[in-house]
């Protein structure tokens, strides 16, 4: 059994990767039926096991304070903590490098492959490399790289992108998977049984495993006064990425780092229990040092790379700071209406969802993600869930404003800021305002409307594409009162 | 520590202020009306300043943070007396009591002014901890909960609660009662596919528990789903919280005749 090539260029993915073309994608996903219901069903199924897991609220809601306030301490020392992290990292035997894009990211992996003349790479989750592209960078370089987390490699084999954090092919339904199977894997004997599904993607990947030299994967938690980093996963591939081939590199973002070893059991719980409503995982991977002398298995080298790409644009700021507690349990998308309804494609970015909303202007600025932002009813179902009580909605008022507001774009301001200021919009508000902090005038103005009523047009744009128009009153609320005291 | 939901309630007072927001000023004023009579009936005097306008989210929700600030320090001016502020809208309700302390952060007073906001049914079991005598005849209800008025107001427990007072009401609850109805402002028109997708699934899920009416404290959610029933031609409509409650416990209402 052997895999058939896939295209290494993913600038022909099915899904382009672009949040500039969010109103289209859009359009595309919503009319997608399939598409619908498989999100619809997966979101259900989570957010059901989460409630579940959480049989206590009071629990719950300690639990959530305790950990937000361990990543707020971290944040406030985070400078700190990063040193702390190196040295400690060094003496262990583990190399640290600094990557303040997502190129120089590339370029370390890259070099650190060559120098050990590395041509087959299995790669463990990481929403990290999907930042960085890393994939697409490696494989430029005729280096092989197979995803080993079994969301990833479906993704991987139909040539598309994660479309959640957690689960990232969870926009594919069984019959999807098989299919897809079906086309990639020569001899694969067409069944929809999840299980068996599972096993024939297992069989491919172990046999990968043996035959790499270098093993990729992320971090859920590095801890800065041991030196240790924590892999969260349930399929035993970390493990294996991580411990099988000579070379493991660490991929993850700064904000990653946690003081202590204590600090990990409650973030461990809230994570687990928040994303997939489990327990625990079955797989806590705690790696703290290559292989020692003596030693039998575990890699020769081991390398964390800490990558930044805009995380300390959302670090200078106190209240937009608060995006980099984020802990990627993908609870919030879960219970994002919106996210439910357009899928994680849609969104054109690496994080869809309510998190991939408030991170992705530091990534990418806020031009490109400009319908992001406002593309929310500021339900706060994503706030009430966070873990680590990011105030989500509030995130994204605030680049809302960033985003409108009058700036020349200097020191200081955040990538993108003001881009989407429009000149008729921003008249708009100022005559809102202005009508609406002079009392006369405003009653004039709601006397006149609601008189000449019958000429207030029966479509209104957007509105009445699925409702009808709201009916002015014949007489205002100030009007009856007044009359009523008479 | 965990953060203090726990909010003091004042006993109950002679008069009140209500504030009957933007929406029901001009689209649906029976609502206010209908909440100054039920206030009026529990032996409160209540005063609607002229003054009075928007609460400053339109333009807060959109960005424009200084324009809406202007408006909100209006607003503050019209209610001088220490006295309760009643608001007869959930998200508006939120938006005076949570988001002003952020906006208006500088503003000396601001706290004593956030703290005298009280969401219409919040005051009701909360400050008058009212004891509603059920006059009409049996029937059955959905209630929509804002949002905003969920999870800034804590409104779906105060809305449920009254509801739950009157004998002959039973109220139908769907598994999908707390997800958002696709309103959120400019969000229905900025993007209005998304919002229109949220409609649809609200008003089927709205039309499946079977009942004939829905009640919200929120006018804002009610004018997207109603808006949504009556183009679909659905004989199912939502009314507002006062109004419902003044019907319900009014003798002199004709539908209550005969019960
Ligand atoms: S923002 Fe909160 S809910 Fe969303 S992924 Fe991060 S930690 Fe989870």
Known sequence: ?486 | MTELNVRFYPSQPKQVYLFGTCLADVLFPDSGIDAIEFLERQGIEVIYPDGQTCCGQPAYNSGYQDEAKQVALKQIEQFPLDIPIVVISGSCGGMMRHHYLSLLKEEPQIQGFCDRIFEFTEFLVHVLKIELKDQGPKEQVALHTSCAARREMGVHLTGRKLIEQLDNVELIVHNKESECCGFGGTFAVKHDDISAAMVADKTANLLDTGVKQFISADWGCMMNINGSLEYQNKPLAGKHIASYLLERTSESNPSNKGN
């Open chain 1, 1 to 486: 059994m052997s895999v058939n090539q896939y295209t290494p260029d993913r600038t022909e993915s099915k899904y382009t990767k672009s949040a500039s073309t969010f109103r289209q994608n859009v359009q595309r996903d919503l009319a997608n039926e399939e598409l619908r219901s498989n999100f619809a069903g997966a979101m259900d199924y989570l957010m059901d096991k989460r409630k579940a897991s959480f049989p206590s609220n009071d629990e719950l809601e300690t639990l959530r304070d305790q950990c937000k306030l361990i990543k707020q301490r971290a944040l406030v020392k985070l400078p700190h903590l990063l040193e702390q992290l190196e040295t400690k990292l060094n003496e262990n035997g583990i190399k640290v490098h600094w990557a303040e894009t997502i190129n120089d990211a590339n370029e370390i992996i890259a070099q650190l492959i060559e120098s050990k003349g590395g041509k087959n790479i299995v790669k463990g989750k990481s929403m990290v490399s999907e930042e960085t592209a890393l994939n697409d960078f490696l494989q430029a370089r005729d280096m092989e790289i197979l995803e080993s987390d079994m969301g990833e490699y479906i993704v991987q084999l139909a040539n598309e992108h994660p479309s959640h954090i957690i689960m990232p092919a969870i926009h594919q339904n069984k019959k999807q998977v098989a299919d897809i199977f079906a086309e990639h894997i020569d001899d694969f004997e067409y069944t929809t049984d999840v299980d068996t599904l599972i096993g024939e993607g297992r069989r491919i990947l172990r046999d990968k495993f043996s035959k790499a030299d270098v093993g990729i994967t992320g971090v859920n938690f590095a801890v800065a006064e041991t030196g240790t980093l924590c892999l969260v996963e349930n399929e035993g591939n970390g493990q294996m990425s991580s411990a099988v081939p000579d070379m493991h590199i660490a991929i993850t973002g700064i904000e990653k780092v946690v003081e202590y070893l204590d600090d990990i059991p409650p973030l461990l719980s809230l994570l687990t229990r928040s994303a997939t409503g489990q327990a625990i995982t079955t797989y806590f991977n705690m790696i703290s040092k290559p292989r020692q002398p003596g030693e039998k298995d575990g890699p020769e080298e081991v390398h964390l790379v800490l990558l930044d790409n805009g995380r300390s644009q959302a670090f200078a700021d106190e209240e937009l700071r608060q995006t980099l507690q984020c802990i990627r349990c993908g609870a919030c998308m879960n219970h994002c209406p919106v996210y439910t309804r357009v899928g994680g494609h849609a969104y054109g970015t690496v994080y869809p969802g309510p998190i991939g909303k408030i991170i992705s202007p530091h990534q990418l600025g806020l031009e490109s993600t400009k319908d992001l932002p406002t593309a929310s009813s500021l339900c706060g179902a994503c706030g009430e869930v966070c873990p680590v009580k990011i105030p989500i909605p509030n995130i994204l008022l605030r680049l809302r404003k960033e985003s409108v507001k009058d700036t020349k774009g200097g020191e200081g301001e955040l990538k993108g800021a003001g881009s989407n200021r429009k000149a008729t919009e921003a008249a708009i508000w100022k005559a809102w305002s202005l009508l609406h902090r002079v009392p006369a005038m405003y009653k004039v103005s709601m006397w006149f409307a609601t008189r000449f009523r019958g000429l207030m047009p029966s479509k209104l744009g957007a509105w009445t594409s699925v409702r009808t128009a709201p009916k002015l009153a014949p007489k205002t609320l100030h009007e009856r009162v007044k009359a009523r005291r008479k």
